[in-house]
């Protein structure tokens, strides 16, 4: 197949949407397909067999119109965020779906959307309302334009089979890969990092979200350090700043935490390598749209992690992750202990998180069950 690929962010920007959109048109093309990238990304990095376009954004929606008719796909798959595409408007782009109306047009070939997130929630406040109603209203219209919509997990996918029950078909999810991929020829950064010979590391990895439960974080060190005071336990909190998690932790000790801000992919896997396990703790709870999750799961390391409303009945997650519920941080904490106090224990649910990882979520996967469903709508 020919398949165009319309990403607003592309390597070297960072965010999981522009990772995401670097590994599937890898893997696409190491499929066989033809494919092209339209980025906004000025500078977007090279791609052995795959071209990669920039657009400017300011002219996105009739130079898609241009490169589709140029390209001629067989298919065309947009990767979709609010923020994606009206960076500087809350997410809110009425021209959207005239856009995507236009694309279809001039592609003359099936549309489709990959919904790494739909619309910002709709609550009784004002940002609640003034952005969640328009979010909603223009995800409505792009769901009812796209030939078919692939969601990064199962509750996403539900509410919108709910909503729309005569797209259910149309409907599916295809949950994200890690976008940490292993790098083993790399020497964990440890000692840059300051950490002792001896040390054994927690590690998070993330943004500072309100839905990443960095005191639960936090705490689990804390109540380690206590439990076991001969040990040296460090926690590396990677890829978030000093000021944000003091936003959200106040209290935050430096003894033994490591805030390192930005790193590189590869350093993180060797962090993951070199960790005794991952603190995942969401206030969704853990589902397959979490990229530090899969990394975890990628590198066969011990995940301690939450359950709640957006953790999905169709994987195992109590067989391949130490889980509690994402209200009882108490269970969190003993969970911390006994994962530590038994390294045997972390190893075996670590080396089943590897295997459950490479059979269900890896990239090639996630990209032979987009390439099915793509190649099935234009029969």
């Known amino acids: 197949m020919r398949i165009l690929l319309v990403s607003p962010y592309f390597p070297p920007d960072r965010g999981g949407v522009s990772d995401h959109s670097f590994i599937l048109a890898r893997e696409l093309s190491r499929q066989g397909h033809t494919v092209a990238v339209l980025t906004y990304c000025r500078h977007p990095s090279a791609l052995p067999g795959v071209s990669v376009i920039t ?18 796909p067989d298919s065309v798959l947009v990767q979709f965020t609010p923020l994606s595409f009206a960076e500087k408007f809350f997410g809110i782009a009425p021209w959207l779906p005239w856009q995507l109306l236009g694309l279809k047009i001039a592609a003359r070939c ?14 009784l406040s004002k940002i609640g309302l003034a952005v969640g109603i328009p979010h909603f209203l223009q995800f409505t219209a792009l769901a009812l334009l796209a030939r078919q919509i692939f969601f990064s997990h199962r509750a996403s996918l539900r509410f919108w089979q709910r909503l729309l029950p ?57 109540h380690l350090v206590k439990k076991f005071p001969r040990e040296k336990i460090y926690l590396v909190m990677a890829g978030v700043k000093e000021n944000e998690v003091r936003r ?58 939450t359950t709640g409303w957006c953790t999905g009945d169709d994987h195992p997650w109590e067989a391949i992750a130490a889980c509690s519920d994402a209200g009882d941080k108490a269970t969190y904490l ?16 670590g080396r089943a998180a590897s295997a459950y990882y490479e059979e269900n979520f890896s990239s090639a996967v996630a990209a032979e069950r987009i390439s099915a469903r793509l190649r099935a709508a234009i029969r």
């Open 55 to 72: 657009i400017p954004r300011e002219k996105g929606g009739r130079a898609l119109r241009i490169h589709a008719r140029q390209f001629r």
């Open 110 to 123: 099936p549309v489709h959307l990959f919904a790494h997130e739909t619309h910002y929630p709709v609550r």
């Open 166 to 222: 005569w797209r259910r078909a149309d409907f599916s999810v295809v949950p994200v890969p890690s976008n940490i991929e292993k790098c083993d020829t790399l020497a964990p950064p440890t000692e840059r990092l300051g950490l002792p010979e001896g040390a054994r590391t927690l590690l998070y990895f993330g943004g500072a979200h309100d839905m990443n439960l960095l005191d639960f974080v936090v705490d689990s060190h804390r």
């Open 248 to 305: 959200r932790v106040p209290q935050l000790d430096q003894e033994r935490v490591i805030v390192t801000g930005y790193l590189p992919a590869r350093e993180i896997s060797g962090l993951l390598r070199a960790s005794s396990f991952v603190l995942a703790p969401f206030g969704e709870g853990i589902n397959t749209r979490r990229g530090s999750a899969m990394a975890a799961l990628l590198h066969g390391k011990a995940l301690l992690t």
């Open 334 to 349: 003993r969970n911390a202990e006994a994962l530590f106090a038994d390294e045997a224990r972390a190893l075996e649910i």
